[in-house]
């Protein structure tokens, strides 16, 4: 048995930082397989699960497509990291994007034929 651990991943914290909380967590993930020696894709993805916590299991297990049975030529570590990956990446705000584009003013050194 492994004396090896992580803590919990924080799904419920400041969201505006939870890709950079994930993108933490996962790297420290990926040193504690290789340090533990773990490389069959179906005991990673328990790794991820177990060590990210319940919160983490809640998110997971409801994502479209994420807990897919083991088959011959699927990684279901892959799979499973790629679709957190996509929950948890930035969201952009339209309304925030359009208020930054308007903000955007023409500096006096530039003009239209330079660009």
Known sequence: MSLLSLEKFDCNGESTSVGVRW????RALFIYLEASNIDKDVKKKASLLHFGGLDLQEVFYNIPGANIEPSEGVDVFEV????????FAPKQS??????TFR????????????S
């Open 103 to 114: 903000l955007l003013k023409q500096e006096p050194e530039e003009n239209l034929k330079n």
């Open 23 to 26: 993108e933490r967590w996962k």
């Open 80 to 87: 499973a990291i790629s679709k957190l990956d996509s929950y």
């Open 94 to 99: 339209r309304v925030y994007e359009r208020h």
